[in-house]
């Protein structure tokens, strides 16, 4: 922890420690993916959660189809559902990297907000 945070501990108090928390401490990956199915998106994010797996079961059954399949254009049509699945699925994983970054940026905003208001008291 560098001097700052020791500073801000020191200065808060009982009540404001408890509200704090672990505010301090940086969250494992883990942690960040629990703390996801809490807050106000969590059916987004089951649902995100559930939808890659059916994507990307489709993108792989697209996939042996493509193999089994005699004519060119069946082989099209086929690769074209392998491309579509596994863009859905990149689509839906960068979503969901997307809403991490967004809930570890919310949390350093609140510890820089705590910061500032306790360097002005």
Known sequence: ????DDKIRNILNSE?????????????????????FKGRLKYMV??????????????????VEFFYSDSVSMQIGWIVGVILNFQIVS?????????LNKQV?????????????NIKS
Do not use: H, N
């Open 1 to 4: 922890m560098s001097d700052i």
């Open 16 to 36: 404001d420690k408890k509200l704090v928390g672990d505010m301090f401490e940086e969250q494992s990956l883990t942690e960040l993916v629990a703390d996801s």
């Open 46 to 63: 089951i649902m995100v959660w559930t939808l890659v797996p059916i994507f990307f079961a489709a993108a792989v059954y697209c996939a």
């Open 91 to 99: 689509m839906l994983k960068i979503w969901y990297w997307m809403e």
């Open 105 to 117: 940026i919310r949390r350093d905003i609140k510890r820089l907000e705590l910061r500032l208001v």
